[in-house]
């Protein structure tokens, strides 16, 4: 009998990564995750599309451990000549494989975190990325929402960073984060949104609309400029959830984060994983 040829899906990335470039994405996770790895009795991380170097994954070991001790991750790479040169870091804990989109894995992972994976990718083919990868996230079962799927975009040393956040049901959130002394303004953003928004950033579009009271608040708060940037920053979001769904609060805000629900600013006419 011919053995079947696993055939990963996807295509190769450019392979750009650094040290602790997705620290705030990590952080993130571990602050609003960790309660649902904690719980699993197999807790695996994946590590969708590491890069050139493993370096995110093993960081991600280590800050997932901080808060879920059991935790295990896999790094998936689609090219096998990084997944060779990434074998010498494994260690108990964390290991790397062959593989793309299909997530090659016997079990459904807890959560799958995808950065700067499909920025390469055309905007119609977000959504059955989404699809992909949901369907493989593991299941909501009694008190548990289930895997999560985190998918965005950051720039290279790690200052700037938007994602989305989806469950098997599909999205649920996007999370703008910035070392809020880099940041001019909050559009500054923009060209770090994920895929699925960076062409919707045009008026008559939700995520145009929201970049733009963003701003508004902004410079509405320049006040609190003299206690800091963070008091700064704080003060605007206090004005967004006035007329925005922001999910998170004030401990998140002061990381310079700020959380706002999908279906606030998703784009208009969108369906499927991808839609409202």
């Keep these: 009998m011919t053995s079947r040829v696993h055939r990963p899906v996807g295509t190769v990335t ?15 996770i571990a602050a609003t995750h960790g309660a ?14 590491y890069g050139a170097a493993p370096w995110t994954a093993v960081e991600l070991l280590s800050r997932l451990r901080t808060v879920a001790p059991r935790t295990r991750v896999v790094g998936v790479e689609i090219d096998p000549a990084r997944v060779a040169a990434a074998r ?3 260690r108990e804990g964390l290991v790397f494989r062959h593989g793309g989109f299909e997530i090659p894995l016997p079990q459904r992972p807890h959560l799958v975190r995808a950065a700067n994976v499909l920025r390469q990718y055309d905007e ?27 998918e965005g975009t950051c720039d290279e040393i790690g200052r700037r960073h ?8 599909g999205p649920r959130t996007v999370t703008f984060a910035t070392r809020l002394g880099s940041l001019d303004r909050p559009s500054d953003l923009a060209e770090r949104l994920p895929k699925a928004l ?7 579009e939700p995520i145009h ?23 700064r920053w704080i003060r605007t979001v206090r004005t967004l959830t006035t007329t925005w769904p922001v999910t998170d609060g004030p401990t ?25």
Excluded at 17 to 26: H, V
Excluded at 198 to 204: E, K, L, T, W, Y
């Design 124 to 150: 119609d083919q977000v959504a059955e990325v989404w699809q992909r990868l949901c369907a493989r996230l593991a299941p909501a079962s009694g008190g548990s929402r289930g895997g999560l799927l985190v």
């Design 209 to 231: 609309t929201f970049l733009h009271d963003f701003d508004r608040a902004w410079a509405a708060a320049a006040p609190y400029a003299s206690y800091g940037a963070r008091q």
């Design 36 to 49: 649902e790895l904690r719980r699993a009795a197999d807790p695996v991380a994946v590590d969708l599309g």
């Design 198 to 204: 960076i062409h919707r950033n045009v008026p008559g």
């Design 88 to 90: 010498p870091y494994e």
């Design 162 to 169: 938007v994602w989305v956040a989806l469950g098997p049901e």
């Design 14 to 28: 450019r392979g750009t990564t650094n040290p602790n470039r997705l620290r705030r994405m990590d952080r993130w």
């Design 252 to 276: 998140r805000w002061r990381q310079g984060e700020v959380t706002v629900e999908w279906g606030a600013v998703a784009p208009r006419g969108s369906g499927g994983c991808g839609g409202r």
